[in-house]
């Protein structure tokens, strides 16, 4: 026999019985006797008998499945976040369904068709770089599926979001910089409309004031803060003779690539350059110097999303909340700028 295809039909027959009468058994009904239960889930078991989750769930109108966006899996705060998601999730009862936007605005909004179409429960959204239109997030609006915002959030009024004190981590990395001497600091920063980079550009802004610098526009480089990027904006502004002795980067990634690039032109860092990263990834331990950066709790922000989505979930008036929770940063400080 083809278990995977018992049916309660199957069972009832074998056991003369009613289908009805195994439906109810096997949803643990008051309406069936004890003795009856046991002999129909025994049967059941023997049998291989796999309930049908999916045509359960559709008759109740759930899924008790979660759907998680991040622009990519492969960077290590984003799979520390899913980490603390997926184990809010389970200890919950939920199942998580993992999806990448690859920093594209177009999967994104077709990743979220799709989790509206499968009926996931809910959402949880780090939105792309690309992403500067929020259209595609009505259709959730639209289907009473409530989504929560973690770390790259939407500026709209009544979201919910669990984000880091960005602000606090631009302004402490520049600080940082300011108080070992640095007295010309670039900052690399992401695509500009993305909150999270206005304010880690707002941080390092008034850092500089506060310490009686002066903040000018064309030292803010914004790119899409890849290692590739870091070589390619050292290059450019050791050849259009741009002076500076330190960098703030918006993410590990794009300061590793200076870092190499900066390597192997001899420049020595921190004593010529000094630079901090941000986020923290393990690889910015091993690098040589050692990076100094601005640590995220992702585990925590995925534990926080998920348990705010879930309350929100479970509201029975499909009223949603409108909450926003800030997790802080800290600075670790390694060689690159251990002046």
């Not at 009805?20 to 239960?37: G, H």
């Not at 622009?71 to 369904?97: D, K, L, M, W």
């Not at 949603?320 to 802080?328: G, L, N, P, R, V």
Request: a neutral charge.
């Amino acid at each position: 026999m083809d278990t995977g295809k018992v049916t309660i039909h199957d069972i009832a027959r074998r056991l003369n019985i009613d289908s009805s009468t195994v439906s109810r058994a096997l949803n643990d009904s008051p309406r069936v006797s004890q003795k009856t239960k046991d002999k129909i889930s025994e049967m059941a078991q023997s049998m291989g008998y796999q309930r049908n989750l999916m045509a359960s769930n559709l008759r109740k109108n759930v899924s008790n499945s979660i759907g998680v966006v991040v622009p990519r899996i492969s960077r290590h705060f984003f799979s520390s976040v899913i980490q603390g998601i997926e184990e809010t999730a389970y200890n919950t009862g939920y199942s998580v369904f993992i999806c990448q936007s690859l920093e594209e605005l177009e999967r994104e909004r077709n990743i979220i068709k799709t989790l509206v179409a499968n009926r996931v429960d809910g959402v949880l959204i780090s939105i792309s770089m690309e992403t500067s239109n929020y259209d595609h997030f009505q259709l959730l609006n639209k289907q009473g599926v409530p989504y929560v915002f973690f770390d790259r959030h939407c500026d709209i009024v009544g979201n919910n979001n669990v984000i880091i004190n960005d602000f606090k981590g631009g302004y402490d990395a520049t600080k940082h910089l300011i108080s070992k001497g640095c007295k010309s600091i670039i900052h690399f920063s992401g695509p500009g409309h993305l909150e999270i980079y206005k304010n880690r550009l707002g941080g390092y802004k008034e850092a500089l004031i506060d310490s009686g610098f002066p903040f000018k526009e064309e030292h803010v480089i914004s790119s899409k803060l890849m290692e590739s990027d870091g070589i390619g904006i050292i290059k450019s502004l050791l050849e259009k003779g741009v002076e500076f002795d330190g960098i703030f980067c918006a993410n590990d990634h794009v300061a590793i690539g200076a870092i190499k690039f900066m390597n192997n032109l001899g420049i020595k860092i921190p004593e010529e350059v000094a630079i901090v990263g941000f986020n923290n990834e393990p690889v910015s331990n091993v690098i040589t110097p050692s990076l100094t950066t601005i640590h995220q709790p992702g585990f925590e922000m995925g534990i926080k999303a998920a348990e705010l989505l879930i309350k929100n979930m479970k509201n029975q008036n499909g009223i949603f909340t409108s909450e926003t929770i800030m997790m802080d940063t800290n600075l670790i400080e390694r060689n690159s700028s251990r002046r």
